[in-house]
T-cell receptor, first 116, second 116 residues
Framework: AQSVTQLGSHVSVSEGALVLLRCNYS??????LFWYVQYPNQGLQLLLK??????LVKGINGFEAEFKKSETSFHLTKPSAHMSDAAEYFC??????????????FGKGTKLSVKP | DTGVSQNPRHKITKRGQNVTFRCDPI?????LYWYRQTLGQGPEFLTY????????KSRLLSDRFSAERPKGSFSTLEIQRTEQGDSAMYLC??????????????FGPGTRLTVL
């Protein structure tokens, strides 16, 4: 069975500081991994995805994530936080194989606050 | 706007009443997903359609829940005899035919259900 663990339900950073949101996955088969962002009263928006190509994935809004198989991790980073990055971030996994129809399995989310 | 739309955005109902939500996916997207998100949790998969066929249902989808997608276009999710535990945000997502599970899922803004 696949699962995702996001360490830290709340993360607070200062504007201009490094953003690091942690995600660890569990999967018995090679996974696809995703990061989504959810702004208040809006739907989830895809930031980036890992599909077994390059292990360092670049997404929108300056975010990137690195797939580390040995650590079963897919942490999200951004070198310099902006006030507009304040939102909730979700890591999600879906297996490459095993009959899945692409159903996403989400972590509990990490709420990012950015202080001026 | 040609994104995924959901109606209504908010629904307040009394316990025991039936409710129905509608999702209009992005046109030409043949895959449609329903998720449920409760406070402090990530979205949880409920069910999945490919065109008009409902191909997968989660164990979360009790007998009181039913979903349809006539003609492979919009979809409805009905909850009968609502319970307070049904209070949640119901999210709809659609994705185009793609390379297996790689296709991005585009989410609607959700319908927030409150059962009194």
């Amino acid at each position: 069975a696949q699962s995702v663990t996001q360490l830290g339900s709340h993360v607070s950073v200062s504007e201009g500081a490094l953003v690091l949101l942690r995600c660890n996955y569990s999967s018995s088969v090679p996974p696809y991994l995703f990061w989504y962002v959810q702004y208040p009263n809006q739907g989830l928006q895809l930031l980036l995805k890992y599909t077994s190509a390059a292990t360092l994935v670049k997404g929108i809004n300056g975010f990137e994530a690195e797939f580390k198989k040995s650590e079963t991790s897919f942490h999200l980073t951004k070198p310099s936080a902006h006030m507009s990055d304040a939102a909730e971030y979700f890591c999600a996994v879906t297996p490459l194989k095993g009959g899945s129809q692409g159903n996403l399995i989400f972590g509990k989310g990490t709420k990012l606050s950015v202080k001026p | 706007d040609t994104g995924v739309s959901q109606n209504p955005r908010h629904k307040i109902t009394k316990r025991g009443q039936n409710v129905t939500f509608r999702c209009d996916p992005i046109s030409e997207h043949n895959r449609l997903y329903w998720y449920r998100q409760t406070l402090g949790q990530g979205p949880e998969f409920l069910t999945y359609f490919q065109n008009e066929a409902q191909l997968e249902k989660s164990r979360l989808l009790s007998d009181r829940f039913s979903a349809e997608r006539p003609k492979g276009s919009f979809s409805t999710l009905e909850i009968q005899r609502t319970e307070q535990g049904d209070s949640a945000m119901y999210l709809c997502a659609s994705s185009p035919r793609g390379q297996g599970v790689v296709s991005e899922q585009f989410f609607g803004p959700g319908t927030r259900l409150t059962v009194l």
